[in-house]
């Protein structure tokens, strides 16, 4: 059963155990690729696109 204080640090040190260099370098690609998306990307369409993908994947934007 999961602890009742866990904290952000709990589930960094638990990344840190349990994922590969490999699947840490995919991870931080895959973050940055998004940021860079979001960041620079403000063609309307596509701009809209992405704004309503987050809010399917559950993400508050505002």
Not at 28 to 51: I, S, Y
């Amino acid at each position: 059963m999961a602890a009742a204080n866990n904290t952000v640090h709990d589930r960094v040190e638990q990344a840190r155990v349990e994922l590969t260099p490999t699947q840490l370098a995919a991870g931080l690609a895959l973050v940055a690729a998004l940021g860079f998306a979001l960041l620079f990307v403000q063609e309307p369409t596509l701009h809209d696109a992405m704004h309503n993908f987050r809010h399917t994947a559950g993400i508050t934007c505002h």
